[in-house]
């Protein structure tokens, strides 16, 4: 779809200007969602009027995630203590302009991407377009959303923990995030700079494949029959019942190699101890009080991590990829659910603890590739049900956007559409 909008905008076949006055009207229709936090109107009529019809993404029109830098649009991050204008564009948004893309203006994040279910954020919650009561994941839970349900067909997200993929799995869509620095964070508000990625989020595998290769110079992806490997750790695969029905049958269209990844408690208390001081110095010169409380609980408990264990973890990282490039030498790419469950009820996060066991369920399988810094796809699952997303990483984000192309094409996209 993106590659044949641009191909049309650029021979004069499709206007950029419809393209925006379609997506403005599509997101004006979802605001129930609360997927878009600003719309740039104005701005987004004017580029579209001017526009040259040229580049890889020529008149698509995109939302970009409020931890992201845009300028001119406000730069709040989903946090009521915070109220500012972007004065530059990250980097991202100077690729998606280079490339010819509009952007319409910025979704809905939780509350400075320091949260897994999108339901902390000055405006609310953000809802899943599959069922209005359920949370979409987070922290790139407008961006989700918004694809979803047909706003837009290409919105930037960041994933330090799973923030791209974990949306995406329960919007029933593609989040790809690509490996370390492909797309540099130049920008964007810091949540943990030894794990924070920027990614795309699309509805097809195509797609994503075909974004990245506009903002990042991916090579177009070659689509064999790869070599897959199972993760049989039982930490990735303690599904829930609805969650389960789409996994099995998923397997049972595979011929798969099991493979074993690295100690799952031992690269999750890693990446915990990675992330956790590195957003306590983030946020050290800011006043929490107007905090969400579930962010200002995550801040208190990061303080706890010592020196000491974050020194270790910088070490154990190493090892830890190691040994995940290991297991990639064996098998083309990795599979996981990317999420243990289907959406939760929104009212699950709100919980004295802050909704642990929802995140839990939602976080447990993410992690690894941002420590590792792997290239990693979420994609859909064809269900019946609400979204369940399948899991992809890879040594290379080439091999990771071939093998999400093979798997969706073997597999076949969800039947259901939410737009």
């Not at 209005?132 to 930037?156: E, K, N, Q």
């Not at 996060?349 to 690894?368: F, I, S």
């Amino acid at each position: 779809m993106l590659e044949e909008t641009a191909a049309g905008v650029r021979d004069g076949s499709l206007d950029p200007v419809e393209l925006v006055e379609g997506a403005l009207a599509r997101a004006a229709g979802a605001a129930e969602l609360n997927a878009v936090v600003h719309l740039d109107v104005e701005g987004a009529r004017k580029t579209a009027a001017a526009h040259d019809r040229t580049g890889a993404l020529a008149g698509v029109p995109v939302l970009v995630k409020e931890i992201v830098e845009v300028e001119g649009l406000p730069y709040r991050c989903g946090s009521a203590s915070m109220d500012e204008v972007a004065r530059k564009d990250a980097e991202v948004v100077r690729r998606l302009r280079a490339a010819g893309a509009i952007v319409i203006g910025l979704s809905h994040t939780h509350e400075f991407a320091y949260g897994c279910t999108g339901t902390s954020n000055r405006v609310g919650p953000c809802r899943n377009p599959h069922d209005l009561s359920r949370m979409t994941g987070g922290s790139s839970s407008g961006s989700a959303a918004a694809v979803a349900a047909g706003v837009v067909p290409l919105a930037i997200g960041t994933d330090t923990a799973g923030s791209v993929r974990i949306p995406a799995a329960l919007c029933g869509i593609v989040g790809f995030k690509p490996s370390y620095n492909t797309i540099p964070c130049d920008g964007v508000f810091p949540l943990s700079q030894s794990l924070d990625h920027v990614g795309v989020l699309t509805r097809t595998a195509a797609d994503a494949a075909y974004a990245l290769s506009a903002l990042a110079d991916l090579p177009p992806a070659e689509v064999t029959t790869p070599r897959l490997g199972l993760a049989t750790n039982p930490e990735y695969l303690q599904l829930t019942p609805e969650a389960r029905g789409a996994w099995s049958a998923a397997l049972n269209a595979l011929d798969l190699v099991e493979v074993q990844l690295p100690d799952w408690s031992h690269s999750f208390t890693t990446a915990a101890n990675l992330q956790g001081p590195e957003a306590v110095a983030n946020h050290l010169a800011r006043s929490h009080d107007r905090y969400q409380p579930d962010v200002q609980q995550r801040l208190r408990e990061a303080s706890a991590v010592q020196p000491a264990d974050y020194t270790r973890a910088q070490e154990d990282a190493v090892a830890i990829t190691r040994q995940l490039d290991d297991v990639l030498q064996q098998v083309d790419a990795v599979l996981t659910p990317t999420v243990l469950t289907t959406a939760p009820l929104i009212t699950e996060a709100a919980t004295a603890d802050g909704g642990l066991e929802v995140r839990k369920q939602v976080l447990n399988n993410t992690r690894l590739a941002n420590l590792t810094r792997h290239a990693a796809v979420s994609i859909p699952l064809p269900t019946d049900g609400l979204p369940v997303g399948l899991q992809i990483i890879a040594a290379s984000n080439e091999k990771a956007a071939a093998i999400a192309c093979w798997l969706s094409d073997r597999l076949g996209d969800r039947p259901d559409s939410t737009s």
